[in-house]
């Protein structure tokens, strides 16, 4: 049974000569929880700043093939992540996108004999440490230094090779995070720069992902369903997590910071079916709980039954996973719909459309909430065997409610690359520019606090600073592999706008990611 799963929330790649047959799927621990990456803050809760990479990249090819070359181009350390739109797929087998990555490379090396016996039996398990500094040089509304840093743990099991149950995997991901966001301290609470940041709950061990997935039909159909995080299904590409900022990594703003698509490191109650109706077309589609609370799960991500669990999100997703030209390059497209039939506040009006901060009357409630997004990648140019491996432009949009969300849209393009052309085929280099739009009724509200001379009221995002308009993001990272199953990650990121308003200069932030999967 292939497999394809990953570490992540958030991540960045490390990559081992001897990863070779690392999966490219990653949606790990559980198809959908691989990598954790963001570090709860001791501060207040950022349930949906979720998205973490605990080690990040490798694993995301698909079947556990003994080719001597990465699945993933190079890109060789687990993710924790998952990913699915159409990576987890080779040539001649179409999945299962979310199992755990089969011969990932660890520091530690075999663990005296451990690891093989283990994955004989079925039984794939991965730990992995991520640290990230940063810090603004300039801009913002203060200097600020901050570490934040998550240590995760995946367990993934074949009950095929374990008990004899066919098709069967399970998957459980857990991850303690420590630290805090520098982004909050220096003014800015749309992008923050740390990937591993947020919902944490501050716990010894943090439950991530807790599911099955079977497989039917010669893996062209998968189910999973347990505790999942949404976000790492739908709208994820192991791409994503190589940038360091958290507005990107895993799976992009707006939808990760509401209820019903939730992501790392905050899980749903739900099940996902996906279908694969030729070898380069999925279509995908979920069914959660939608948690009201600040945490999922409680704070420790343990307590799945919560109270008020009574409407649903609905994401549907379809993907085209072509190969072009003599050298297969490898592209992903696709286009995802999201519904949660739940009842939300409107950010501005009363019950009559008025300003609710001005007249006292009830608040408005909206029924229901849409969001949607479009995501492109494609291989330019290939720089040796592997889906990752070689120049791949990216680009996207999600969309999301303004009545109920205070991010209304986000855009974004950038570059990935190996450093084959420089002898270090292991590396990655990348460029990334984001665009951030704030909603309409967000500012309305806003505008109302300031003329009525009242604080203004804390978002989806965290503490507000003055009317909100757009925020954009320039990040340039350089990830060195500089032992087996080891990387660190040199990044620079410029905030034009910093938490969406001009009452902060811009900002220039210096950072450094290490990860490393024991």
């Known amino acids: 049974m292939p497999v394809l799963a990953s570490f992540a929330r958030t991540s960045s790649?490390?990559?081992?000569?001897?990863?070779?047959?690392?999966?490219?799927?990653?949606?790990?621990?559980?198809?959908?929880?691989?990598?954790?990456?963001?570090?709860q803050a001791q501060s207040a809760p950022d349930p949906n700043s979720a998205k973490a990479r605990v080690s990040r990249a490798a694993a995301l090819a698909p079947a556990p093939q003994s080719s001597e070359t990465p699945a993933n181009g190079g890109n060789n350390t687990p993710i924790m992540q998952n990913t699915v739109s159409g990576f987890g797929q080779t040539a001649g087998d179409p999945g299962p996108y979310f199992?755990?990555?089969?011969?990932?490379?660890?520091?530690?090396?075999?663990?005296?004999?451990?690891?093989?016996?283990?994955?004989?039996?079925?039984?794939?398990?991965?730990?992995?440490?991520?640290?990230?500094?940063?810090?603004?040089?300039?801009?913002?509304?203060?200097?600020?230094?901050?570490?934040?840093?998550?240590?995760g743990i995946e367990l993934d099991v074949d009950w095929d090779k374990l008990a004899?149950?066919?098709?069967?995997?399970?998957?459980?991901?857990?991850?303690?995070?420590?630290?805090?966001?520098?982004?909050?301290?220096?003014?800015?609470?749309?992008?923050?720069v740390q990937q591993i940041y947020g919902a944490r709950g501050n716990v010894v061990a943090h439950m991530v992902a807790m599911y099955g997935e079977a497989t039917f039909v010669h893996n062209r159909i998968d189910v999973s369903a347990g505790w999942i995080p949404v976000g790492s299904f739908f709208a994820a590409s192991p791409l994503f997590c190589d940038f360091m900022n958290v507005a990107m990594?895993?799976?992009?703003?707006?939808?990760?910071?509401?209820?019903?698509?939730?992501?790392?490191?905050?899980?749903?109650?739900?099940?996902?079916?996906?279908?694969?109706?030729?070898?380069?077309?999925?279509?995908?589609?979920?069914?959660?709980?939608v948690s009201p609370h600040s945490y999922n799960g409680g704070i420790s991500g343990w307590s799945w039954a919560q109270s008020g669990l009574g409407k649903f999100s609905t994401p549907v997703e379809i993907g085209w996973t072509p190969r072009f030209g003599h050298n297969q390059l490898q592209g992903h497209y696709v286009l995802g719909y999201s519904y949660d039939n739940s009842r939300y506040v409107n950010l501005y009006?009363?019950?009559?459309?008025?300003?609710?901060?001005?007249?006292?009357?009830?608040?408005?409630?909206?029924a229901g909430r849409n969001s949607a997004w479009l995501m492109i990648d494609q291989m330019l140019m290939r720089n040796g065997p592997g889906n990752t491996n070689g120049l791949i432009a990216l680009a996207g949009a999600m969309y999301s409610d303004g009545q109920t969300v205070a991010m209304r849209d986000h855009e974004w393009a950038g570059l990935v690359d190996t450093g084959s052309a420089w002898g270090r085929p292991l590396d990655t280099v990348g460029a990334m520019y984001q665009h951030f739009d704030m909603s309409h009724t967000a500012a309305l509200q806003q505008e109302s606090s300031l003329a009525l001379g009242l604080p203004?009221?804390?978002?989806?995002?965290?503490?507000?600073?003055?009317?909100?308009?757009?925020?954009?993001?320039?990040?340039?990272?350089?990830?060195?592999?500089?032992?087996?199953?080891?990387?660190?990650?040199?990044?620079?990121q410029y905030i034009q706008r910093p938490s969406a308003t001009t009452t902060f200069h811009d900002a220039a932030v210096l950072g450094i990611q290490f990860t490393v999967v024991l």
């Not at 089969?102 to 004989?120: A, E, N």
């Not at 209820?259 to 996906?274: C, F, I, K, M, Y």
């Not at 009006?349 to 909206?366: C, F, L, V």
């Open 13 to 39: 790649r490390i990559r081992s000569e001897h990863l070779r047959s690392v999966l490219m799927g990653l949606l790990s621990v559980s198809a959908l929880a691989v990598t954790a990456d963001h570090a």
């Open 99 to 151: 199992s755990a990555p089969m011969g990932t490379q660890h520091f530690l090396g075999d663990w005296g004999g451990v690891q093989p016996w283990l994955l004989k039996h079925g039984i794939h398990l991965m730990a992995a440490i991520n640290e990230e500094f940063a810090g603004n040089v300039t801009g913002g509304k203060q200097r600020a230094y901050s570490d934040a840093g998550q240590v």
């Open 164 to 192: 004899g149950i066919r098709n069967f995997w399970t998957h459980t991901l857990v991850v303690n995070g420590h630290g805090q966001s520098v982004s909050r301290n220096f003014g800015d609470s749309i992008a923050g």
């Open 249 to 289: 990594c895993g799976n992009p703003a707006p939808n990760k910071y509401t209820e019903g698509n939730r992501d790392w490191p905050s899980g749903n109650l739900g099940a996902v079916v996906r279908v694969m109706p030729t070898m380069n077309t999925y279509v995908m589609a979920g069914l959660f709980a």
């Open 349 to 366: 009006e009363d019950i009559h459309g008025n300003s609710w901060q001005a007249t006292g009357q009830p608040r408005r409630y909206e």
């Open 456 to 492: 203004y009221q804390d978002n989806q995002w965290g503490a507000v600073y003055g009317p909100q308009s757009h925020e954009n993001v320039y990040e340039l990272f350089y990830s060195a592999h500089v032992a087996r199953a080891m990387a660190i990650q040199p990044d620079f």
